[in-house]
């Protein structure tokens, strides 16, 4: 990366700040009243640590799936996924997933949200500030009193990835986590997200039906098949940050994907 990264939160931990993925030989499929429905195939993917990598593929397809198996939510039917070569068999603090509905609880401030990981690890007591700067991070400071009904959607948002942060990922897995944003809190965020990356160096993994912006925040793109989920073309993104969507080079790019994707010919 071109840019400079802003100063990173004295909490993090730059020597584990982000993590390797390998995604080897995966299947999946779903048992539905007793009829299987294959999700990934024979998938192989290399996330390498402190890579932003950006998943594009039909509605369907097996993205929101194969981001559930890296966090360890479930075991996948057949290969295996690891984590800086050790097997992923459960979830993990350092490994969050964020989600499209920001998922607050309503009946918590922001604060109180943002806390809920360290709490739950049994550690507020002791890192009670890192809920502070994870709002400063968001910029959400001056609404930590407030509850998720006072808050906007884009706000809501940023609360979600606060509560994200606090735990120090070191593996960001994000799905499709601005796709119900109005345009401009969109763009907004987009920016952020790249920010947060740049200066806590976790390695992130985006799903997103939206080509612009997977141009615009990731290094690399992924493009996946229709159900059940190959990968059907990688796409390097070799820009620095910021990215224009006006971009010429950008342009193009977007093109070429949709064209992958049968979209345009």
Request: charged share 20%; hydrophobic share 45%.
């Amino acid at each position: 990366m071109n840019a400079q990264p802003s100063q990173a939160p004295r909490w993090a931990e730059p020597a584990a700040s982000s993590i390797a993925i390998d995604v080897r030989g995966v299947s999946h499929a779903f048992d539905l009243g007793g009829a299987r429905l294959p999700v990934l195939e024979d998938l192989d993917l290399s996330v390498a640590a402190g890579e932003f990598v950006a998943l594009l593929g039909p509605s369907g397809c097996g993205k929101s799936t194969l981001l559930r198996l890296i966090a360890g939510l479930e075991p996948p039917s057949a290969g295996t996924i690891l984590a800086d070569g050790a097997p992923i068999t459960r979830p993990d603090p350092r490994r969050n997933l964020v989600f499209q509905d920001p998922t607050l609880f309503p009946w918590l401030t922001v604060w109180n949200n943002v806390a809920t990981g360290l709490d739950a690890r049994g550690v507020l007591k002791q890192q009670r500030p890192r809920v502070d700067e994870a709002l400063d991070l968001v910029d959400l400071q001056a609404f930590a009193t407030a509850y998720p009904h006072q808050l906007s959607g884009g706000m809501a948002q940023r609360a979600s990835l606060a509560r994200a942060m606090v735990n120090d990922p070191a593996l960001l897995l994000l799905d499709e986590p601005l796709g119900k944003l109005d345009s401009l809190t969109r763009i907004t965020l987009q920016a952020e997200l790249v920010r947060l990356w740049q200066s806590n160096r976790f390695t992130a993994l985006l799903v997103t039906h939206d080509v612009e912006e997977a141009l615009l925040l990731a290094s690399r793109v992924v493009v996946l098949t229709d159900r059940p989920a190959r990968i059907k073309a990688t796409i390097d993104v070799a820009k620095p940050y910021p990215r224009h969507r006006d971009d010429p080079d950008i342009v193009a790019l977007r093109r070429e994907i949709l064209a992958t994707l049968g979209l345009v010919t």
